[in-house]
């Protein structure tokens, strides 16, 4: 899979979906290139330790997995803006709690 794949790639509904409702992505759920780079991100969900959270704060993880492409498509962009928003306020609200 090459960077131009990812970034002409749309987000399917259903991995989208999943990542609304903070699980983590199906395995057989994925169908587009970048779904299955989204379902890096989903990974975030299932972390079981404090520290975890801490060191993908400290380290913009999640910010740079998204940053990392261009994504061609308006409604794939703003749906990526939104997953970078979701799972860092869901690390948020673990580190907080």
Request: proline share 1%.
């Amino acid at each position: 899979m090459q960077i131009k794949d990812i970034e002409e790639s749309n987000l399917s509904d259903k991995v989208y979906n999943t990542i609304l409702d903070k699980k983590c992505v199906d395995i057989h759920d994925r169908v587009t290139p970048l779904d299955f780079w989204v379902c890096i991100l989903a990974f975030t969900f299932d972390l079981n330790f404090d520290v975890s959270y801490k060191i993908v704060k400290e380290n913009d993880y999640i910010n740079v997995l998204v940053d990392r492409f261009e994504y061609k498509d308006m409604e794939t962009k703003s749906r990526m803006e939104n997953i970078r928003k979701i799972v860092n306020e869901f690390i948020d609200e673990k580190i907080n709690n």
